[in-house]
């Protein structure tokens, strides 16, 4: 058997890059994140940066964008009132065509790497990664005097990593941050979170995503638009993601099989399996999606009074851990898509959504 090829590097480091688009560290237009772009503001142009900042919420909606915001203007101005109130650097500032390089010797970016061995992304950010932060902070610091570390994301650190960090949060050098991104902040450390000062960042109004979008995608139609932030909830980033990574066409074939429940075409679930095995985790996007668009369904029908819908709760959880255990297993898409529309055409028999 031929060795597994391994993702360049380049590749790897760019994992968290929506295919068409700068990426975080290129992006200077925060969208939709005024609050916590003026508390960030205010803290730091009145000389009390914390520590550590926690900024949460979804997955793509502005986190990285807001910390290499935050690192820009720092190791730019430091925390005075020099700069603009928006924490804005031009885009041709020597910092931010160092940081845009990845080039500034005063920004540290931890984040997972591949492993050696099978040439994939880890599933964690390893204790060696967060190990990194003492002799960084150790540096004699440059010009502009401060030292900023991003960790992309806090939710991957394993327990290692975890208890490392808390020893970088004990006793943090002076002019210096830690800018910890988090999706689901609940489930670290809660001496971690006691440390770190809460930037929270809020889902977009589907009106202001909307409006975002015809300016991101300009070539789209406003239905597709329209499904896309529907699908986002919220998130540019992730909405985005979705239509250069087909996840409207995945999002529709979740709708298709569910409206075809009681009579399944299995030749196309044959075909749609094919194509979901040519996407990027696309099994797990299209049994999210399905999971999705049945619980919107049954939750549509219990509001309109549709009586007992055990068997479709039930059929829901079903298939959710159907698609995450095939997704964990990196099981052959075409056997769980056929079995989770088997799933759906049974419950559909006894009554349909």
């Not at 808390?166 to 006691?194: D, M, Q």
């Amino acid at each position: 058997m031929a060795p597994r090829k391994a993702r360049p590097v380049e590749e790897a480091e760019e994992f968290d890059r929506v295919e068409g688009f700068p990426h975080p560290r290129e992006t200077f237009r925060l969208v939709g994140q005024d609050a916590a772009l003026a508390n960030a503001s205010r803290a730091i142009r009145n000389g009390r940066a914390p520590q550590a900042w926690l900024i949460t919420g979804p997955p793509g909606i502005g986190k990285a964008t807001l910390a290499y915001r935050i690192a820009r203007y720092l190791l730019r101005y430091g925390a005075t009132d020099r700069g603009p109130a928006d924490l804005s650097v031009p885009r041709d500032d020597t910092v931010a065509r160092q940081i845009a390089a990845k080039a500034h010797p005063g920004l540290l970016v931890l984040k997972r790497g591949l492993n050696p061995d099978t040439g994939k992304m880890m599933k964690v950010l390893s204790v060696d990664s967060i190990r990194e932060l003492a002799p960084f902070f150790g540096l004699t610091a440059g010009a502009g005097g401060w030292r900023v570390a991003i960790i992309d994301t806090a939710d991957d650190m394993n327990d290692a990593a975890a208890n490392a960090l808390l020893k970088a949060l004990e006793e943090p050098p002076a002019r210096s941050i830690l800018l910890l991104l988090s999706n689901a902040p609940g489930r670290l450390l809660p001496t971690i979170r006691s440390r770190c000062q809460r930037l929270p960042l809020r889902p977009l109004p589907e009106t202001e995503l909307l409006a975002e979008l015809a300016q991101q995608l300009p070539k789209s139609s406003e239905a597709d638009r329209a499904a896309l932030a529907k699908l986002a909830g919220g998130s540019l980033g992730a909405a985005l993601a979705l239509s250069s990574e087909d996840g409207l066409t995945l999002a529709r074939e979740a709708e298709r099989v569910i409206d075809q429940s009681a009579r399944p075409d299995y030749a196309a679930l044959l075909a749609l399996g094919d194509r979901v095995a040519r996407i990027g985790d696309g099994l797990l996007k299209y049994g999210t999606f399905l999971s999705e668009v049945l619980a919107d369904r049954v939750a549509a029908r219990a509001r309109k009074g549709g009586g007992d819908l055990r068997r479709w709760t039930d059929a829901y959880e079903k298939i959710k851990l159907k698609f995450e255990a095939a997704a964990a297993l990196n099981l052959e898409p075409r056997q769980t898509i056929l079995a989770t529309a088997r799933e759906i055409s049974s419950a559909a028999r006894r009554g349909a959504l």
